[in-house]
């Protein structure tokens, strides 16, 4: 059987590129587990001078068939392509088959080819017609399975107002048609502004109320004090700018979301991407799968001549439902396999046909409040700042939209109050345990609720985003685990704890602080006028970037005509290889999730830091309170760098306390975790004995959670050479980036004007991101500004393009 012969140079060249860029590591833990990626090279297993690219060696094993035809690879003690003294040829820890087999690979391919040593599989021609001869050809793709369209241009292009066939107007107008509800008159070139959807009064005019409704209520109950908390919070030293010595605009309150951006004819919805979600056919049985279309609040106000545009952080995704199409879905998955430069008539015609879907639910995230850092502060919280996400779902009833109960979301209040509940949530766990094992269950409809808030900061170590901790102890999870026969082929339920973990991450809440970005997972790549500094470089959260080849793997067996694998990994899971029913999750990097409890998941879902790079896994975040905190993965203090959390913290929870003989409890609030932003750090110690001070490029000094940074963050000033960013190469984990000053306070004011904000930060050490390398929790990777080439910060406008080009941002 041969694997590879011919190889063109250009693919030996990027070979050797994937090598030198360390945050590529999706295969680590299949091809080289025992070694840094750097050593690759050093080590003589990737080469920049291949004899495949002269044509002349060859890469094969041995294939034995049997008399039915059925065929098995000979075990030869590793797999091609494993780097590592393994696959040297005469490794001695060999079996008895598995050194035969290579013995007689090596007899087979005498006399004309000659064995490498450190490859079993490898062999070249002895006698080389022009040994210093590659070859070269371009390399062209085939189509590939897509899962997901995020190009703003392409986007842009569908989302012109009512002349727009993706529009957020245009969608409405057809779901009013399809249901007989009355189209409003908009004419011919209306956008997708809020003053224009509200008139849509039965379906997106319902959510617009809902919204306004549930803030007014969330303040009231909240006890929030504005008046209080700006004569409390006012401090015209810590200002930046003369107008920030104001007391009416020092700010430093509890910050609500203004309900008015939508009806307004400034607040634009913008289509910021579509997401191929047949793999959610595993929930909609009869169906293939959904089809999401996803719209984000942005603004673009023109005022004295000056552009101030932005995005908001509140989503609408119209959910769009694949009917069955009586081939197992074969047909509904090939239409996703296409090349990148599908032109917009294969995509309508195709996967996008509006006459292959049925629309099924609108579902909003929404950032509805802020509590700055010095509020925090000064209410000892002590948190860098909180926010609190409202998310609900509406569907079509009886002629207009209705707020709809959340998938395996409960209503923690109402069970908590109903001993039949409780019962009945037990039961079911106790009878469902294979399909929540799976991550493929949905709780009975009269457990759930309609409404969930979510919190950060530290999102993933409070009881705010995991309602099944006020239901369920680890213990009692333990109990139903141990009653059930066969619980030693689970994949991902190990333990009682583990119980807690599925069900809290299949909650919404669980779900959107699991390796989200700002409480999102897709956010969309940002358009050209939203001002320079005010890009992202990362449209998704790192949860969303894992799913692309679990999604990717799920499509490509239906278009095979087979059954794919209906697992679910954790949320918070890196990107794993999906092979048949085999799943091998690579080695999760520098600042990303990991578990200290190892034996908490099975086998099966559980990952591990990548020890090659010194990583180890560490709880920086202590809740005594809950069954399961992620760590972070961190490398030794011998290599620290900027970026890293510095401050380790530990939580009281006030969640933990809402029970039936709670005040909070029968005061009967909107939601069980409304009370959840009176959480406090009770602890905030540091982490690696960085000082606290004045910044200098030699020493990494340690910025302290009170100033609004998640458990502190590692940094230092920039040598010259680094404020060039010449020697900046794909792979670093640092780079001299925009730190604070007072072109944030501008930005914080609500409208983002470019000019001020380039003209008031300054430069300093953070880490780098990209795809394949993320940001921590409550971090996200923002694009390195143009204006950077200016003469203040001098940085070369070719440089500067060579790292846009190689996709390298800060967090």
């Not at 599908?342 to 996967?351: E, H, I, K, M």
């Amino acid at each position: 059987l041969v694997r590879d012969c011919y190889r063109p140079e250009k693919a030996v060249n990027d070979f050797v590129r994937w090598v030198q860029d360390p945050s590529l590591s999706a295969t680590k833990r299949i091809f080289y587990p025992d070694l840094a990626k750097a050593d690759l090279i050093r080590l003589n297993y990737i080469s920049p001078i291949s004899g495949h690219a002269r044509g002349t060696s060859i890469d094969l094993t041995i294939v034995e068939r049997s008399a039915d035809g059925k065929t098995r690879e000979l075990p030869m003690g590793t797999i091609i392509d494993f780097f590592g003294e393994r696959a040297h040829t005469a490794f001695p820890d060999l079996n008895r088959e598995e050194k035969k087999n290579r013995e007689l690979l090596l007899e087979i391919m005498q006399p004309e080819f000659k064995n490498y040593p450190k490859e079993w599989w490898h062999f070249v021609l002895k006698e080389e017609p022009l040994p210093k001869k590659a070859y070269d050809f371009d390399i062209v793709a085939g189509p590939s399975i897509i899962t997901q369209v995020s190009d703003p241009e392409l986007l842009e292009e569908w989302d012109a107002g009512t002349r727009g066939p993706l529009s957020l107007v245009t969608l409405f107008k057809r779901i009013h048609s399809e249901n007989h509800l009355a189209v409003p008159d908009l004419g011919a070139d209306a956008e997708s502004t809020g003053e224009t959807l509200a008139k849509f009064t039965e379906t997106y005019g319902r959510f617009a109320s809902t919204l306004a409704s549930d803030i007014s209520r969330i303040i009231t109950e909240a006890g929030i004090d504005w008046e209080k908390d700006i004569h409390k919070t006012y401090r015209p030293g810590a200002a930046r700018t003369e107008r920030g010595k104001s007391l009416r605009l020092n700010g430093n309150v509890m910050r609500v979301f203004n309900e008015k951006w939508l009806s307004s004819r400034d607040g634009l919805f913008i289509l910021a991407g579509i997401v191929n979600r047949m793999d959610r056919k595993d929930f909609e049985l009869g169906s293939c799968g959904e089809l999401r279309f996803i719209y984000r609040l942005s603004y673009r106000i023109v005022a004295g001549g000056n552009v101030a545009a932005s995005r908001m952080p509140l989503t609408i995704n119209m959910v769009f439902l694949y009917p069955d199409d009586g081939d197992k879905c074969r047909k509904t998955a090939s239409l996703w396999k296409m090349g990148n430069n599908a032109a917009t008539a294969q995509w309508l015609q195709g996967p996008l046909n509006f006459s292959r879907l049925q629309f099924k639910k609108m579902e909003i995230n929404a950032q509805i409040a802020r509590f700055p850092s010095d509020l925090e502060n000064d209410e000892e919280r002590h948190f860098a700042g909180q926010a609190i996400y409202w998310m609900r779902i509406f569907a079509l009833s009886q002629g207009q939209m209705e707020a709809q109960k959340l998938e395996n979301t409960p209503d923690v209040t109402g069970i908590l109050r109903d001993e039949n509940k409780q019962q009945l949530l037990k039961s079911f766990i106790a009878t469902h345990l294979s399909q929540i094992d799976m991550g493929v269950f949905r709780l009975p409809e009269e457990l759930l609720t309609d409404l969930a808030l979510t919190y950060s900061t530290l999102g993933s170590a409070r009881a705010a985003n995991k309602p099944f901790d006020l239901l369920l102890n680890a213990k009692e999870a333990q109990e139903i685990l141990d009653g059930f026969p066969q619980k030693e082929s689970f994949r991902f339920l190990g333990s009682g704890s583990a119980v807690l973990e599925r069900l809290n991450t299949s909650s919404c809440m669980g779900c959107h602080q699991s390796a989200s970005t700002a409480g999102f997972h897709f956010l969309g790549q940002d358009r050209d006028d939203f001002g320079d500094g005010n890009r992202l470089q990362l449209a998704f959260s790192p949860h969303f970037y894992s799913e692309i080849p679990r999604c990717r793997a799920y499509v490509e067996r239906l278009i095979r005509g087979e059954s794919p694998n209906t697992f679910r990994p954790h949320p918070a899971a890196p990107p794993a290889i999906w092979e048949d029913e085999a799943v091998s999750f690579q080695s999760a990097q520098v600042n990303m999730p990991c578990f200290t409890n190892n034996g908490a998941l099975a086998n099966y879902a559980s990952w591990s830091c990548d020890k090659t790079e010194g990583l180890s896994c560490e709880n920086l975040v202590q809740n005594s309170g809950l069954g399961n905190v992620l760590g972070q993965c961190i490398p030794p203090a011998n290599k620290t760098f900027s970026g890293l959390a510095c401050r380790k913290n530990d939580i009281e929870d006030r969640t933990l306390k809402f029970t039936p003989d709670s005040p909070d409890f029968k005061r009967n609030l909107i939601a069980y975790n409304l009370i959840s932003f009176q959480d406090r750090v009770t602890k905030d110690d540091s982490f690696y004995g960085l000082p606290e001070g004045k910044l200098n490029a030699q020493q990494l000094n340690c910025r302290p959670t009170r100033i609004g940074v998640p458990l502190g963050r590692a940094t230092r000033g920039c040598t010259p050479s680094e404020k060039s960013l010449e020697g900046m190469k794909p792979g670093g984990t640092e780079i001299c980036a925009i730190v604070g000053g007072s072109g944030f306070e501008e930005m914080a004011k609500g409208i983002f004007d470019s000019r001020k904000f380039a003209a008031g930060v300054n430069r300093g050490m953070l880490n780098t991101c990209g795809p394949g390398r993320y940001c921590r929790e409550d971090y996200i990777c923002q694009e390195l500004p143009d204006f950077l080439s200016n003469a203040r910060f001098g940085v070369k406008p070719e440089t500067l393009a060579r790292l846009h080009e190689q996709g390298v941002g800060f967090c």
